[in-house]
């Protein structure tokens, strides 16, 4: 294993929402990275979580970037944008364009670095006509990236798989842990590093909602998940603005949290 550590820099879809262990925490895909790779790396593997819900592109760049660059990390995954993107004031190039400048840093110091192309999380959500335009600008600058400098290219968005509604979270935005598992095991794939197989398993679609039924559940989704989200946006609050970063310190990733539940 060529890896000594790993940092992960981003918002909820890598701090693990909605994948929890049992003590209420979130695992995600990258503990699970993390715990493949300290397998074969050994007990010095080291490991960050620096994401944080909620956190929008200017605030990662600010916030977790120069302390991720501090720990001289072997590998770093980045994953940002998400959330700008559901805002009217984004601006995709301008996203792009400091995304290519962060990625140009991460290299310099000699890490590997994991990218992504988002998937199609719009189908679920209204206001599809509005945001899958910057989405699509998004995910095609990210890959001009990952060919430019090098990076390793996880394209989420070209996997159909994600158009299972078993792979997201009840809040249709955030993965399900069945998804966080799929996207371990393609992180770990690009790494050329193989991945528990059974993470890759897609779980039946389930079976089509009567119309009314499914109309019950559009406005309950709206009720729980959509209305505090627009409050939020209203009182220019996030959801993380009173959580820290999970794993702010490289340190040995622990073993026992590592199973899937």
Request: charged share 25%.
């Amino acid at each position: 294993m060529r890896w000594r550590n790993f940092v992960a820099v981003g918002d909820s879809f890598t701090e693990g929402l909605d994948d929890p262990y049992p003590d209420g925490g979130f695992r995600g895909w990258a503990d699970l990275v993390a715990a493949t790779l300290a397998a074969g790396a050994g007990p010095d593997f080291g490991y960050a979580n620096l994401a944080i819900r909620g956190r929008l592109f200017d605030n990662i760049v600010a916030e977790q970037v120069p302390t991720a660059l501090d720990m001289r990390p072997d590998l770093v995954s980045f994953a940002a944008g998400g959330n700008d993107v559901l805002r009217r004031s984004c601006d995709p190039y301008a996203l792009i364009a400091r995304a290519d400048q962060v990625i140009g840093e991460f290299r310099d110091t000699g890490a590997d670095v994991v990218l992504f192309r988002f998937a199609d999380v719009m189908a679920r959500l209204p206001g599809q006509r509005i945001v899958a335009p910057r989405v699509t600008v998004l995910n095609r600058g990210i890959g001009e990236i990952a060919d430019r400098h090098g990076a390793t290219l996880v394209d989420l968005y070209a996997d159909d798989a994600f158009g299972n509604p078993v792979l997201w979270s009840a809040d249709r935005l955030h993965l399900s842990a069945a998804g966080h598992r799929r996207v371990a095991a393609r992180v770990l794939t690009a790494l050329g590093v193989s991945p528990d197989e059974s993470w890759l398993v897609v779980p039946p679609r389930p079976a089509p909602t009567p119309w009314l039924a499914a109309r019950g559940a559009d406005l309950r989704w709206m009720r729980q998940y959509l209305a505090p989200w627009v409050r939020r946006r209203l009182t220019g609050r996030s959801s993380g603005d009173t959580i820290t970063a999970k794993r702010p310190v490289l340190g040995p990733y622990p073993q026992r949290q590592s199973s899937v539940d």
